[in-house]
């Protein structure tokens, strides 16, 4: 069974800690090499993964025709372009989310994409991918909770380090952007619609400039998602679906443990029933899954349309967090 050859650029501690070792189990993954702007750190990164090559500059990298694909996850306003530059070294790409810092910032993304339609790019928004997700959309298509009414979500850490890229604004930092995101997302997924409209309100942290705590609602044809996101709270994650008959509650939404069952509770006219699912990483997943796209030549799972989508959705918070009004979603 081939497994397509992949890269990494950029030694962030998401991917040395969660995502690097998950894509290492894959069927369809293989771990060829590692870049940093620090030789030394990429080495040293290399030595703990088990990955063979290591670079001295993320261009190195590109120039390597061994390497496949890449998996992009610097800080986010190097999202879209260095994302670009490995379409240009012929590579696919999978780059962490948020896409870009904007709508017009992913759009470019995808304009560089269209010339190079052989390749595959995308979001990694992981938890899409996590078989707890496929079930709870299941669960509501059966109708166990009756007509979907209200999705709220809620997604906080607590960090106040200044060197940390998710408190510096200029740079993309701030709680909307880094985990509201996701709140955005599966609101959309689960409505299987593009939100109508959007308000939100921000608390700005005065020495770091970002927004540490927000809250927001996105109304939808037949419903409202609302949500808190922050950096600066108690770690906390929960989702909670909503419909006329009953609701489904997902413990842990985006980071469920790679070594024990997600769970999920449906409460209805029957009872409640708690759902166990098998262990697995959805890392490991979402990197087959990309892989296979390539190795087929099919899709991938979200496109980068849906990615601008949910950009768009998020600059409306943003706009409506500024004027204090309600903004409309075209």
Request: charged content about 20%.
């Amino acid at each position: 069974m081939r497994k397509i050859r992949w890269g990494v650029i950029s030694t962030a501690s998401i991917g040395l800690v969660e995502v690097l070792p998950a894509m290492r189990k894959g069927l369809y993954t293989q771990l060829v090499g590692i870049a940093s702007r620090d030789l030394a750190k990429a080495r040293s990164a290399a030595e703990q993964l088990g990955i063979p090559k290591a670079y001295g500059s993320y261009a190195e990298l590109l120039a390597d025709p061994e390497i496949e694909a890449v998996y992009n996850p610097l800080p986010n306003h190097l999202h879209v372009p260095w994302s670009i530059k490995v379409l240009e070294a012929g590579k696919h790409v999978l780059c962490e989310k948020p896409l870009g810092l904007d709508a017009e910032d992913a759009r470019h993304l995808l304009e560089a994409s269209q010339r190079h339609p052989d390749l595959k790019v995308m979001e990694a928004f992981m938890y899409r991918h996590h078989p707890q997700w496929h079930l709870a959309r299941k669960l509501l298509s059966e109708g166990e909770i009756g007509e979907l009414r209200s999705i709220h979500t809620m997604f906080n850490y607590y960090l106040v380090d200044p060197a940390n890229v998710r408190n510096q604004a200029d740079i993309g930092g701030g709680g909307l952007l880094d985990v509201g995101c996701y709140a955005v997302s599966l609101s959309r997924l689960v409505f299987e619609a593009e939100p109508i409209r959007a308000f939100a309100a921000m608390e700005i942290d005065p020495q770091f400039k970002t927004d540490r705590l927000t809250a927001g609602v996105l109304e939808f044809e037949r419903g409202i998602a609302t949500f808190t996101c922050s950096t600066q709270l108690v770690d906390y994650q929960r989702v909670y679906i909503m419909g006329t008959l009953g609701q489904v509650e997902l413990e842990l939404p985006f980071n469920p443990p790679p070594d024990k069952p997600a769970r999920i509770r449906l409460h209805n006219s029957k009872g409640v029933h708690d759902f166990e699912l098998e262990v697995c990483d959805q890392y490991t997943i979402q990197g087959d899954l990309f892989s296979r796209a390539i190795l087929e030549n099919t899709p991938v799972p979200t496109p980068l349309e849906d990615a601008i989508a949910n950009m768009v959705a998020i600059d409306a918070l943003f706009l409506s967090a500024r004027s204090g009004m309600w903004t409309a979603i075209t």
